[in-house]
């Protein structure tokens, strides 16, 4: 057990009460003499004490706390994500509390049991094994509003949105301008809702143009770097000239797999991924992809659920305020124009 310096050993040493340092350090502090307040703060910085958030949380009834719940940590997709979302609380004074599910139903159960028991006065949920009627149910009846935004399952338009159909579309136009009537998609296992409709934006794109893209051309695996990587031979054994990876990381693991197998992105083999984060312009050929805005959706998480919370607009199954974001196509070096 950690032994923290008191608001009582403050007191004690200023030769104040208890009261009067509270007062103080709340901002309460008229009918306080100038030499009492400076002695008050200058004891609070030299002897380093940080008032309990807890006690405190008592007192304002708010400890302006965001529970967030992301399917993983090691993704840079929600890396960015929660960066945004921490951006926006910053600037209003709240401070988010992540948890990362690991695709774990009982983890992010305990999570969101533990955001609510740390008195979260909201949540953003972005993770996909989420019961959502659990968690209308737990966090309406605690009167805490929520968001569910991108792999979390939608009871309901999305609050956030970022053009999935649109994306795949693009993804799908932008091979089909470069001749490849040959695909394979690369998909995570399970594919969420937000997934599902970039594959459908994909598929039905192709179909415009004539090209049915059947149920085996789809291979699923885990949507990681392994998980792509896995699979590569598989995706190599089918002959394509080219592959759509629903994500980046799954597109990066697929480029070691192609180059254990001899071939060359994008001269034998082209890949397009999906969300644009940073490794997409490291690693050879710099990686074709879409741009999601990661960071822009965090920032509108935080903006939404705080001013739900400020509102006293609890549960999320209310229409709400709606915010579109753009996506964009990054065209870079690993698509090749073939006749
Ligand atoms: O890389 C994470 C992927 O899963 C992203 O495409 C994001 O939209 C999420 O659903």
Redesign the pocket.
């Known amino acids: 057990m950690t032994k923290k310096v008191t608001i009582t050993d403050l007191a004690k040493k200023a030769g104040v009460s208890v009261t009067t340092v509270s007062q103080i350090l709340n901002g309460k502090d008229a009918r306080f003499s100038t030499k009492t307040i400076e002695k008050v703060k200058a004891l609070q910085k030299d002897m380093g004490y940080i008032p309990d958030f807890n006690a405190q949380n008592l007192i304002s009834k708010t400890g302006k706390t965001i529970g967030v719940l992301i399917?993983s940590l090691s993704?840079?997709?929600?890396a960015i994500f929660s960066a945004g979302i921490q951006n926006e609380a910053r600037k209003e004074e709240y401070v988010p509390l992540v948890f990362a599910s690991n695709n774990d139903r009982e983890l992010e159960n305990q999570y969101l049991l533990e955001s609510i028991r740390r008195a979260a006065d909201g949540m953003i949920i972005?993770s996909?094994v989420s019961d959502v009627d659990y968690i209308d149910s737990i966090l309406s009846q605690n009167h805490i509003p929520y968001i569910l935004i991108?792999?979390a399952p939608s009871a309901q338009e999305d609050p956030i949105d970022?053009a999935?159909y649109e994306g795949g579309a693009k993804v799908a136009n932008y091979l089909l301008e470069n001749g490849h009537t040959r695909i394979v998609i690369v998909a995570?296992d399970d594919p969420?809702v937000?997934?599902r409709k970039?594959l459908q934006g994909f598929r039905d794109a192709f179909k415009d143009h004539g090209v049915t893209i059947s149920d085996n051309q789809i291979i699923y695996t885990h949507?990681s770097k392994k998980g792509g990587y896995d699979v590569s031979n598989k995706a190599v054994a089918a002959k394509p000239t080219a592959i759509f990876a629903?994500?980046?990381?799954l597109a990066i693991g697929l480029y070691r797999g192609i180059k254990e197998a001899g071939l060359r992105i994008p001269d034998d083999i082209s890949v397009v991924g999906?969300?644009d984060?940073d490794w997409a312009k490291y690693v050879d050929p710099k990686l074709s992809t879409v741009h999601?805005p990661?960071l822009e959706m965090g920032q509108a998480a935080a903006k939404l659920i705080i001013e739900r919370i400020e509102s006293g607009n609890n549960g999320s199954l209310e229409s709400g305020r709606k915010i579109s974001l753009p996506i964009q196509l990054i065209k870079r070096g690993s698509v090749k124009k073939i006749n």
């Open positions: 399917p993704n840079p997709f929600f972005s996909p991108d792999q970022v999935n995570g969420t937000n997934i970039r949507l629903v994500n980046d990381e999906y969300d984060i999601q990661a």
